[in-house]
């Protein structure tokens, strides 16, 4: 009977949400990216004041965790299926 890769599931989810922290971030910062194309560039602090907020905390949280959940019942389920396929 085959087992569950945490450690694949734990990598996978590591990668979404720094995907995920990326896209905040960008999305985010889009009105100071704007403002460095034409050489106005806010101080670093600004820029991190307006991503790193408690909301997109818990989102990236929230998410991370589904991520994990999701990966680990489509494993699940996939090694029922072989073993079921198997046991026919």
Do not use: C
């Not at 999701?70 to 396929?85: F, G, M, S």
Request: net charge positive; glycine share 4%.
């Amino acid at each position: 009977m085959e087992k569950v890769n945490h450690q694949k599931i734990i990598i996978r989810t590591l990668l979404k949400v720094l995907l995920m922290i990326v896209i905040i971030i960008i999305l985010n910062s889009w009105p100071n990216i704007k403002q460095s194309f034409s050489g106005h560039v806010p101080p670093f602090s600004y820029w991190l004041d307006h991503s790193f907020k408690i909301s997109n905390i818990i989102l990236i949280l929230g998410f991370g965790g589904y991520f994990y959940y999701k990966d680990l019942t489509d494993q699940k389920e996939l090694i029922e299926k072989a073993n079921n396929t198997n046991e026919h």
